[in-house]
């Protein structure tokens, strides 16, 4: 099955930053789209944005546009979640994802099959 790995997550205070990363053993992430999610205590598990095999991304919530940035370095075999300005609405467990497409999915996390475990980000006020 393959497993995807995220890191970076941490403890920040508000108005830092962090970059999560994403990477994969068993699959070569640069063929495939990878999405980030992430599930506040209490809440849903959302989706933040979508990059796709040729680097177009989109974040899909309003609050963090401006603020997070969704990058790939192909070299690497990793996905990079950028995240500046942090506040403590951002405090979640991030996840990355692929829908094993080349393209971001439209219909949310039922098109992702892949998964990581999940990092935690904390932001104190």
């Known amino acids: 099955q393959v497993q995807l790995v995220e890191s970076g997550g941490d403890l920040v205070q508000s108005g830092g930053s962090l970059r999560l990363s994403c990477t994969a053993s068993?699959?070569?992430?640069?063929?495939?789209?990878v999405g980030w999610f992430r599930q506040a205590p209490g809440k849903e598990r959302v989706e933040v944005g979508c990059?796709?095999?040729?680097?177009?991304?989109?974040l899909y919530i309003k609050d963090v546009k401006g603020r997070f940035t969704i990058s790939r370095d192909n070299d690497q075999n990793r996905v990079y979640l950028q995240m500046n300005d942090l506040n403590h609405d951002d405090t979640a467990v991030y996840y990355c994802?692929?829908?094993?497409?080349?393209?971001?999915?439209?219909?949310?996390?039922?098109?992702?099959?892949?998964w990581g475990q999940g990092t935690q980000v904390t932001v104190s006020s």
């Open positions: 990059i796709s095999r040729l680097g177009d991304s989109i």
């Open positions: 994802a692929t829908p094993m497409t080349y393209w971001c999915p439209t219909k949310g996390a039922d098109q992702y099959h892949a």
């Open positions: 068993e699959v070569s992430l640069p063929d495939y789209a």
